[in-house]
């Protein structure tokens, strides 16, 4: 509710903005005005911004090899998003790549990462190309993470200083260090960190994912104009960046394939950005009064996006004519959306339920409305959250690596049992030995999660059925329900039908009022 509540206010913060606009159109700037840098210094000082020949040119190489061997191995997927009930691909191909059992969500999609080869897990992938990718992009997640961490300590120590460029960081170290400095220097910096006791610094901070993209603007039948400044085509519309830890930074390592086929136009002839380069798009969130920014991006640039910038200003992508990849850094935000919390979860939901050491028949402990609400709960977000989100992009992860699997495996015999778990209530309050006020309140609560339960049941089913999905490739089409099976490898049929159950229990509602 409170998601689709924001949508709505999304909705009409834009409309309303448009309407302001009419056929006018806002001012924005780029690095050929006179004003660019200035306006940056003044209203956008924690976009950091890093030319790529101050990036180590070992760390280039990896990272730029590591992007073109994920598209040779098809591993960039266009995502099935839903905007306003409605389901559409997007425009960019992605993958997320980061810590194992991590997922990202946005627009209502959960993304798993490809897990990078942390210690002490066992991940298996497809092909050693793919596992040097994903160690390519965790170095360059290390490297993000100093040259974040240096920034915001800068611009604390000069935020009182006028006379300093917030965009340019005073760099006592030498670019041309080498990685295996780089790291020496990643844990004196952790180190020094740890006895300031600065863990929030550390906390928004440490990136935990990176979300790839990759684009190649010819191949697009269609892409949006931007809508507010008349900057042209977008890759990617005015957004913030979701499910992020709160004012965390975003760090994007950007590589376009610039070849001597795509010219850049002469700027002094231009009103306005080059519509041959990609750029960064940047403004002040519902804002009519400020220009915006028009940032060029070219082969190897990186920016950071500071403290609360992803939250008081959006951003947008404006395409280029050369195929675009990049790697977006984030601080995704971990009380929700990893394997562990999930797992926990059912282990606590599992709590209520206990086996005779005789019969070895199984029954519920408590039947109090606070505790069957929690486990229904629990059931419905292991369902929809995490096996129908993950089922529902098709194979697509086994082009990387099978990590996954037996986590979703273990989640789908959770779910079996979360079923069982769900009869044995309806068993209970079909009796009439409880009392009646504890009963009462335990059917309401249960009535109302099972109808949240066929509802979204029913909406992830079409989702399943839908022209959009229908036109992916076949690896990539969403599987409606594989862990819903009645053949011998699950020997576990459906314990009820749930609109039986829900007509039943109307009708006693009913009677009860």
């Not at 086929?261 to 969130?285: C, F, I, T, Y």
């Not at 929690?374 to 086994?398: A, D, P, T």
Request: one cysteine or more; charged letters at 30%.
């Amino acid at each position: 509710m409170k998601r689709r509540a924001g949508e709505r206010e999304k909705e009409l913060k834009k409309k309303k903005l448009l309407e302001e606009l009419g056929e006018n159109r806002l001012p924005y700037l780029t690095p050929a005005d006179a004003d660019f840098h200035q306006l940056w210094k003044t209203k956008y000082s924690k976009l950091i911004f890093r030319k790529s020949d101050t990036v180590p040119e070992e760390l280039h190489q990896m990272v730029q090899e590591s992007f073109l061997a994920l598209r040779e191995h098809n591993c960039f997927f266009q995502d099935l998003v839903r905007i306003k009930g409605k389901d559409f691909l997007t425009p960019v191909s992605r993958i997320l790549i980061g810590n194992p059992g991590c997922t990202y969500k946005y627009l209502n999609t959960r993304l798993f990462t490809v897990p990078w080869p942390a210690e002490s897990y066992d991940i298996k992938y497809c092909s050693p190309q793919i596992h040097d990718a994903c160690k390519a992009l965790m170095r360059l997640n290390d490297y993000l993470h100093i040259e974040t961490v240096k920034a915001l300590q800068g611009q604390n120590l000069f935020e009182n200083k006028e006379i300093i460029d917030p965009t340019v960081i005073d760099r006592k170290q030498s670019f041309a260090t080498s990685l295996t400095e780089q790291e020496s220097v990643s844990k004196d910096q952790s180190s020094v960190c740890e006895s300031k006791d600065d863990r929030s610094l550390k906390n928004r901070t440490s990136y935990n994912l990176t979300l790839l993209n990759y684009m190649d603007p010819l191949q697009m039948l269609y892409l949006k104009q931007e809508p507010y400044f008349g900057m042209g085509n977008m890759a990617v519309s005015w957004h913030h960046d979701e499910n992020l830890v709160e004012r965390s930074a975003v760090a994007v390592y950007s590589y376009s394939c610039e070849d001597s086929s795509v010219q850049e136009s002469n700027e002094q002839e231009l009103k306005g950005r080059d519509p041959a380069v990609w750029h960064m798009g940047l403004k002040v969130a519902w804002d009519i009064e400020t220009p915006g920014l028009a940032v060029p991006l070219h082969q190897g640039d990186i920016y950071l996006m500071l403290d609360d910038l992803n939250m008081t200003h959006q951003h947008c992508v404006l395409a280029g004519l050369s195929p675009r990849f990049s790697s977006t850094h984030r601080v995704a935000d971990s009380s929700r959306g990893t394997l562990e919390y999930i797992l926990g979860l059912c282990e606590l939901a599992l709590q209520n339920l206990q086996t005779d050491s005789d019969s070895m028949a199984l029954s519920l402990k408590s039947l109090e409305a606070a505790v069957v609400k929690q486990v229904e709960e629990i059931h419905n977000e292991v369902e929809f959250e995490w096996l129908r989100q993950f089922w529902f992009q098709g194979k697509r992860y086994l082009k990387c690596t099978d990590w996954w699997l037996k986590p979703m495996a273990k989640l789908e015999e959770f779910w079996r049992k979360l079923e069982i778990m769900t009869s044995l209530v309806l068993s209970e309050v079909r009796k009439e030995q409880q009392i009646e006020e504890q009963r009462n309140e335990t059917i309401s609560c249960f009535l109302l999660l099972l109808k949240e339960r066929q509802k979204l049941r029913k909406e992830w089913t079409a989702r399943c059925q839908s022209d959009a999905a229908e036109s992916l490739p076949e690896d990539q089409r969403p599987e409606c329900h594989p862990f819903w099976t009645d053949d011998d490898e699950c020997n576990m049929p459906l314990p009820y039908d749930l609109e039986e159950v829900i007509a039943y229990l109307q009708n006693l509602v009913q009677w009860i009022e």
